[in-house]
């Protein structure tokens, strides 16, 4: 793994990978609605008795990969370095139609290893995922000024000049950012400071995205209370999703609507990227229509969604599926 000296990288230019051009049903081209991602990168190594493989992965990278293949232009800031792994990253977003705004990497790209070999798995991440940092520049500056929606998933809030950074390029939060904590215990330094700092982000954001680990991790509690808790404290609507209990779209002083999981063709394969997909299909509701305004329309959203996580989890890998 390449290790750069950070002085010298915070003042590279931006490498822009790929510009999807206008497809048939892609809503692209000038003027286009466009989603801008902001988070993860990484390559995902499974080590088991049998051998070991790896995949390209990553939160943000499966919404943003995931937004695309539902038509919507996305672009993708993420730290990716200049190494096999982020060549093997870049590749695999350029297939997908993805235009990568690359970071600085000072430490090389992200590897998470999820070791099987003994039965009981193990998590570990490299140095590059444990010290991930967002260098932002004039180009990722310009697409977040220009984006219609900004979604943000697996960002290191428990790092405040991160988050000061984020927050300082995010004018109107309130009508445009989505958040998705994604916590990694093996990447969280401080969970008080990740739960203060996402608390508060959740409070001027459009829309925040919860899981029922997200809620175990950051507070040990259930994901209701948990959602409750982001709602008392300001954050205008939540989407709680729960595996195979469904999801949930909650807004302060109005009844929750609910939405079971959508029974889908074969046994279910991989639930990995579910929880990616349904907020990739949520941010398409967005863009399209806007955020739901009666209970029809809102389980119709999340009806939507549960059949692209139902498809999702009947495919291997964390790559959205449609029904």
Known sequence: MTTHALKDVAQSSPRTEHRPAARPGNPGGPGASRVVVVGDALIDELREPGGSQSF?????????????????????????????????????????????????????TSRAVSDRTDGEPRYAFNHAARHRTLLYQDAHRVAMAQAEFIAVSCFPFDNQREVDALTALISRPERRLVIDPNPRSGMMANRELFLANFTAMATRSFLSKVGDDDAALLAAEDLHTFSQRL?????????????????WLLRANEPAVHQPIAPGEGPIIDTMGAGDATLASMVSTLVRHGMPGAASETRAALAEAMLIAAATCREPGALLRQP
């Open 231 to 247: 709602l008392d404290a300001g954050a205008p609507t939540i989407l709680a999703t729960a595996g195979p209990l469904g999801a």
């Open 56 to 108: 390209v992965g990553g939160a943000a990278l499966n919404v943003a990969v995931g937004l695309t293949l539902l038509g919507v232009p996305t672009t993708l800031i993420a730290m990716v370095g200049d190494d096999e792994d982020g060549r093997r990253i870049k590749g695999f977003l350029d297939l997908h139609g993805v235009e990568l705004l690359a970071t600085p990497a000072p430490y090389g």
